[in-house]
């Protein structure tokens, strides 16, 4: 004995496995692992930390990246390149913002600018 209609039974079918079938969407994964550089920046403008501080919790995120093997974000090498070029490491500034324009090429006007301003013996290098 059938108390509701052929039509309502299809209809709770229809809106049951709308509901199974949504449970599985899974969501879209971030194009970028943040990890807690975004927190590291707005320490560093509020002056929490200094700047030794805050390039060991950057090298942090970026090993978490690795791991994960995901892609780090825009600006992450440059902030880390102006946190070494404040500690006196040239050599780790240039590293840092050549992987920053290597990673994101239309950064590289910007990128070649600050190697010409902050570090003269790059200037050969950048005109290669």
């Not at 700047?51 to 942090?60: F, V």
């Amino acid at each position: 004995m059938n108390i509701l209609p052929k039509q309502a039974r299809l209809f709770g079918l229809l809106i049951l496995s709308t509901i199974l079938l949504a449970g599985c969407v899974s969501r879209p994964q971030p194009l970028y692992y943040w990890g807690d550089y975004q927190a590291q920046v707005y320490g560093h403008f509020k002056g929490e930390k200094g700047p030794e501080e805050q390039i060991a919790a950057l090298e942090a995120v970026r090993e978490e990246a690795l791991a994960e093997g995901k892609a780090l974000p825009p600006g992450f090498q440059a902030h880390l390149a102006m946190l070494y070029g404040q500690t006196g490491r040239s050599e780790r500034l240039v590293e840092q913002l050549e992987a920053e324009k290597k990673q994101f090429p239309e950064s590289a006007t910007f990128m070649d600018f600050l190697l010409r301003k902050f570090s003269p013996q790059v200037d050969a290098k950048v005109s290669q």
